[in-house]
């Protein structure tokens, strides 16, 4: 059975802590894939840039992790469902399990939404279907998860947009936080501007 590590996020932009996450987990825990699953809508409505932009940009950041990265387009199918509610969890990785009954699912996340455990929806029938991977340290781990033990960069999508929005004082900035061509692809579509 093939074993799928999920990982969600708006990535808006992805950035280069994305990558080393994935490039990580896939070298450190019992995985054969990482699955990025850029989210369709943000769920409490937050401005993201056009959902294709930020596919292609996953597509980008993934490329170079190889074959054993992929980009997932789960949470459109979700989202466009008759009964959809709002981006919940729980239906993304539902989901993912009765589309793929042969993989073994497993989900990405940061220490910062073990604190958030008790507002998402479900959280528990979230673990049970995709037990967690968790990266950073501390925090309570739910049955079946690891940590990975390692903190990643405090890079974050919020820091690069402002960099973005500075204009050019902050493109120095940037080429140490975002694969160079998600900056490229940022600049030749005039993203973030």
């Known amino acids: 059975m093939k074993r799928v590590a999920l990982f969600g996020g708006s990535f808006n932009p992805p950035h280069v802590a994305h990558q080393l996450v994935a490039l990580y987990v896939l070298e450190t825990q019992p995985v054969d894939e990482v699955w990025f699953v850029p989210v369709y809508a943000h769920v409490f409505g937050k401005h993201l840039e056009a959902y294709e932009h930020r596919v292609a940009m996953c597509e980008l950041a993934v490329a170079a992790l190889g074959a054993r990265a992929k980009v997932s387009r789960a949470e459109e199918t979700v989202a ?103 900056l490229r692809y940022i600049a030749d579509h005039r993203l973030y501007a």
Request: hydrophobic share 45%.
């Open 80 to 182: 466009q469902a008759p009964d959809f509610k709002g981006s919940r969890t729980l239906d993304l990785v539902a989901h993912v399990r009765d589309e793929h009954p042969d993989v073994a699912l497993r989900f990405i996340v940061g220490t910062d939404i073990l604190e958030e455990a008790a507002k998402w929806y479900r959280w528990n029938d979230i673990v049970a279907m995709a037990p967690l991977i968790v990266v950073g340290r501390g925090g309570h781990l739910p049955a079946g998860s690891s940590a990975t033990g390692v903190p990643m960069p405090e890079i974050s999508s919020t820091q690069i947009r402002a960099l973005l929005a500075a204009g050019a004082e902050g493109r120095e900035a940037l080429a140490s936080l975002l694969p160079t061509s998600v």
